[in-house]
């Protein structure tokens, strides 16, 4: 398996994303960098792992590009449970608050 | 009678207070739709038969065309199921997700249509990233509130 210098990879990946945040935003500007550094961060290990499969010639260029390019909908469809799981986790506690205030209201009544 | 009119009033205010109680339960407070077994099941069987069909992409794309229907049926149907459930936006946008034109499964099947087969390498990480797009969708229905009926 060949050594693959992973950490100037990201170095690398992470002042890409900062030129790009900087020539796309002017408002959203620290927010983009924080989000692409997350991304970044999040696909770190895929990156690894496929970057050495590339180089040993487990996998070809492109497939190497089509399995980055999976990672944007990995991230996607994550944001979209977790946005899913929270909206339950509000519907369990508002649930919650009306059978308190239930309770607290015929309590009061004698 | 002056309590017994009193009485009265407090049963009235009672049942008020019971039946306003139940009008915020039924109406007010559901931003996503509850657990629904079948929606889980759903996911559950589209996942093991679409990452089996993906082992097949070491042999001849042309020798799994009936399997590769199957299962395109089978994701189509449980996509449909969760799309008819009210207040299921997120689901149904992760179904989309996952079986969109561009998506990482169809771009698969593309790949294995082109190339004819596949290397078990190269399958093996795109069934890490198919079964993690159906891992959110499961992950999220289990996450759902579950209710009586829909167990």
Known sequence: MPDIDISKILK?????????AETTFTTYKTQAIADGKAFLNAAKADLQKYTQQLAAGQITPDEFRDLMQDE??????????EAGLAHAAFDNFINGVISIVITAALSAIP | ???????MNAGICKSYAIALSCLFLAAGCSTIATY????????????VDTLALMDKATSPYGDHIKDIEAVQLELAKAAEYDNGRPLNHYTI???NTLRGQNGILNRFLMSWKK???LSSVFINDK???VAREFDDIIQLESGKIKTPQGQ
């Open chain 2, 93 to 95: 946008e992760l179904w």
């Open chain 2, 36 to 47: 629904d077994q079948v929606a889980y099941e759903h996911a559950t069987n589209a996942k």
């Open chain 1, 72 to 81: 944007g909908d990995l991230a996607k469809m994550d944001a979209l449970k």
């Open chain 1, 12 to 20: 690398d990946a992470e002042q890409g994303i900062i030129h790009l």
């Open chain 2, 1 to 7: 009678m002056r309590e017994q009119v009193r009485a």
């Open chain 2, 127 to 129: 069934k890490a990233h």
């Open chain 2, 115 to 117: 190339s004819g087969s």
